[in-house]
């Protein structure tokens, strides 16, 4: 169920195994506590969904955020149709970043899920004087869209080809070491993206932390929950 390189996709019985993994997640969630979790600190945490995904799909991290002691924010731009909702040079995503730090008066911390994530890594790029920090989680940021069994979806639901020179440049964009702290939550056994393009190389500053999980409902595994918690509060 392994890819054997970053350049290939999840094999099929990964893909097909994703729905009764993610069934598996909500019922580990049903037993998540807050125990032990490092506690934040009131910064302002924007938190991004995945492909085609809304608010909705990020409701129990956000809510652990709060619990947490941070300030979490949805990023309220609807459902995630790449380009179609956050613009060609994501400035409605910008826009929003920019409307939590005038809020709060103080810099943002980035958590985005799949896509959401590779979004969350070109506004750092382009505005660091807006972002702390970056967290992905399960997001193909470094390798191909090939690399992954949702490409396809991708160009249907964004009007986008991966092959296109601007998708091509955005993710290339995205790939490139943040000039701020940043991490990537990646599973080896995701059936939708191969986990090995969810996190920088070997030796990067960006750390890489890795866990058991499927893609589908992976904002809600409680390994995952207690990853975000951990660095976060490493961040501190």
């Not at 613009?87 to 995503?93: A, N, T």
């Not at 790939?175 to 940043?182: H, V």
């Not at 990067?204 to 509060?233: D, N, T, W, Y």
């Amino acid at each position: 169920m392994i890819p054997r390189t970053a350049a290939e996709p999840p094999p099929r019985l990964a893909l097909a195994l994703e729905p009764a993994r993610a069934a598996m997640t909500l019922a580990e969630l049903a037993r998540f506590r807050l125990a032990g979790l490092a506690r934040g600190d009131g910064r302002p945490v924007l938190v991004s969904p995945g492909l085609c995904n809304t608010d909705r799909s990020n409701f129990v991290l956000r809510a652990m955020l709060g619990r947490l002691g941070y300030r979490p924010y949805p990023w309220r731009l609807g459902r995630n149709f790449g380009v179609r909702t956050v613009g060609p040079e994501c400035e409605k995503l910008i826009a929003r970043v920019e409307e939590i730090q005038r809020e709060t008066g103080g810099k943002v911390t980035l958590i985005g899920v799949s896509l959401g994530g590779v979004m969350s890594r070109i506004v750092a790029h382009r505005r660091p004087d807006l972002v702390r920090a970056v967290l992905t989680i399960s997001s193909p940021f470094a390798g191909p869209p090939s690399a992954t069994n949702v490409w396809r979806p991708f160009q249907l639901l964004t009007g986008e080809k991966i092959a296109d020179p601007a998708v091509v440049e955005r993710l290339a964009e995205a790939a490139r070491p943040l000039p701020m702290p940043s991490a990537a939550i990646w599973s080896r056994s995701d059936g939708f993206v191969n986990g090995l393009i969810c996190r920088e190389g070997n030796d990067a500053a960006c750390r890489a932390l890795e866990v058991r999980s499927s893609h589908l409902f992976v904002q809600m595994k409680p390994q995952v929950l207690r990853a975000v918690a951990e660095i976060l509060g490493g961040w501190a």
